[in-house]
């Protein structure tokens, strides 16, 4: 069975950081391409970075430059490193395959 499961979520003040983990069981995630989105209050979910099994990295735009999407495969776990927080990257970030969804980790950024 496909699980996923994040961690790493909290509350940080804007202009902070936070590393979000996702641990995957089930699949070998190397294998897969990865995602993480994300979903504020009242809105619809957004993509935000990928990582192909080739390595390839991609950002949505508004999070090029601060935040790094990797993994590490021994762990067969998933990272969001973000950098720079602002009020608006409020939201619950959920990991997923391109068919499965975790539960999420809430991030709250405020001062």
């Known amino acids: 069975e496909v699980q996923l499961e994040e961690s790493g979520g909290g509350l940080v003040q804007p202009g902070g950081s936070l590393r979000l983990s996702c641990t995957a069981s089930?699949?070998?995630?190397?294998?897969?391409?990865m995602h993480w989105v994300r979903q504020a209050p009242g809105k619809g979910i957004e993509w935000v970075s990928s990582?192909?099994?080739?390595?390839?990295?991609t950002y949505t735009d508004a999070v090029e430059g601060r935040f790094t999407i990797s993994r590490d495969n021994a762990k067969n776990t998933l990272y969001l490193e973000m950098n720079n927080l602002n009020f608006d990257e409020t939201a619950v970030y959920y990991c997923?395959?391109?068919?499965?969804r975790g539960r999420g980790t809430r991030v709250t950024v405020s001062s």
């Open positions: 990582i192909s099994a080739r390595g390839t990295r």
């Open positions: 089930g699949f070998t995630l190397s294998r897969a391409a």
């Open positions: 997923q395959t391109d068919h499965q």
